[in-house]
């Protein structure tokens, strides 16, 4: 990450600001370490810098609206909401009335039951598979 001009640095000012007010503060002393080192922080982070340095009487008002400036100006990051899961495979109802209506008229036709057992089971139908069992049903069921 690229620092900006260095001429002025709000951001930087009001750190050092609060690492005075508060000498004891992992927190500052943490944030401090981040904008040195990669030169810009989060805008969570701006927000709990924002909401120590609210509490420093000796910090110009200025600053912290520049910083209030600099947290708004960052975009919001949000997870979106997953979608509602679904199936991978749903039965077709009608290769289902197909297996049963040629199942009614021959109970023990292999190939038909293997269909059955294929679909029940969700397996997904091969093209040459539905073809087949149309194929069964025009010459069977009339």
Same mark, same amino acid.
């Given at each position: ?13 009001? %750190? ?6 508060? *000498? ?27 909401? #120590? ?18 947290? %708004? ?7 979106? $909401?997953? *979608? *509602? ?21 021959? *109970?023990?036709?292999?190939? $038909?039951?293997?269909? #059955? ?9 091969? $093209?040459?598979?539905?073809?087949? %069992? ?9």
């Amino acid at each position: 990450m690229q620092r900006k001009k260095l001429g002025v640095d709000i951001i930087d000012d009001v %750190l050092q600001a609060a690492l005075v007010a508060y *000498p004891a503060s992992e927190f500052v002393k943490s944030l401090l370490f981040q904008y040195q080192e990669r030169g810009g922080l989060s805008k969570k982070q701006l927000e709990g810098l924002y909401a #120590k340095a609210k509490k420093i009487t000796a910090l110009p008002p200025a600053k912290l609206a520049t910083l209030e400036a600099e947290i %708004l100006k960052r975009p919001n990051r949000f997870k979106s $909401v997953l *979608p *509602p899961n679904k199936p991978l495979y749903e039965k077709d109802e009608q290769i289902g009335k197909l297996i049963e209506s040629i199942l009614a008229k021959y *109970p023990q036709h292999k190939r $038909v039951l293997y269909f #059955k057992m294929k679909y029940d089971s969700d397996e997904a139908l091969s $093209v040459i598979d539905l073809a087949e %069992l149309k194929k069964f049903h025009s010459l069977l069921v009339k």
